[in-house]
C-alpha cells in the first residue's frame, strides 16, 4: 500500500510511477486505485469510464474491470470504479480480502494507491489487510509531527512500515 498523511503530497504519483518501474522490470504488476474519494490512476493511465474496484467490492463487476496498459510490457490498472458514499465501509468488506487473494496469486507486485490518512480512515481499513506500507511524505511540506503520529497509529494496529519516501516538487 503507498500512502501519505496529505492529499498534495502526491502519493499517487508516486504509486504510478512504482507501478511503471516494477512493469519494466519484468515483473507482473498490478495497480489498484483504493482511493474512492479522489481517485487519479484513472487520470493518469488515460482509463476512460471504466468500472474499477468499488465496483467489485460490491458485486457489480469481477477482475475483468482490470486494464492492462498496453504501453507497458507487464502493467495493469484497476481504477478506482463508480465512487460510493461511503469509500471506509465498502473497503471494511470481506470482499476486500476475496479480491487481495485472487489478485494476489496472479500478479507478482501488487501496489494499492490509497486515500491520503487526512482524508479520513480507509488507509487504516486496508493497512491491515496488505503485506506492507510504504509512507510517502513530501519535504518541507509533510509535518514530521503528522507523520510520526501516522506511523505510530499502524503500527499500534500491527501495521508493518515497509519504508518511506521523501519527495521533493
Same mark, same amino acid.
Given at each position: ?56 467490492? %460490491?458485486?457489480?463487476? @469481477?477482475?475483468? +474491470? #482490470? /486494464?492492462?496498459?498496453?504501453?507497458? !510490457?507487464? =502493467? ?41 490518512? %487526512?482524508?479520513?480512515? @480507509?488507509?487504516? +481499513? #486496508? /493497512?491491515?489487510?496488505?503485506?506492507? !506500507?510504504? =509512507? ?34
Amino acid at each position: 500500500m503507498v500512502v501519505s498523511v496529505n492529499p498534495d503530497d502526491n502519493a499517487a504519483i508516486f504509486a504510478a510511477n512504482l507501478a511503471v518501474v516494477f512493469s519494466q522490470l519484468g515483473e507482473q504488476t498490478l495497480l489498484v486505485d483504493a482511493n474512492l474519494r479522489t481517485p487519479h490512476q484513472q487520470e493518469v493511465f488515460g482509463l476512460k469510464g471504466r468500472q474499477g474496484l468499488s465496483d467489485v467490492l %460490491a458485486g457489480r463487476a @469481477d477482475l475483468d +474491470a #482490470i /486494464a492492462r496498459i498496453d504501453s507497458f !510490457v507487464a =502493467l495493469s490498472v484497476m481504477s478506482a470504479g463508480t465512487l460510493p458514499p461511503n469509500p471506509q465501509e465498502l473497503l471494511s468488506r470481506t470482499s476486500f480480502n476475496v479480491l487481495n487473494e485472487q489478485i494476489g496469486s496472479r500478479y507478482d507486485v501488487v501496489l494499492y494507491d490509497v486515500a491520503p490518512f %487526512a482524508s479520513g480512515s @480507509d488507509a487504516l +481499513a #486496508i /493497512a491491515s489487510r496488505v503485506a506492507g !506500507v510504504l =509512507l510517502v511524505a513530501r519535504n518541507n511540506h509533510t509535518g514530521l509531527a503528522e507523520l510520526a503520529a501516522f506511523a505510530e497509529q499502524l503500527e499500534r494496529n500491527g501495521v508493518e512500515i515497509v519504508g518511506s519516501v521523501l519527495q521533493e516538487f
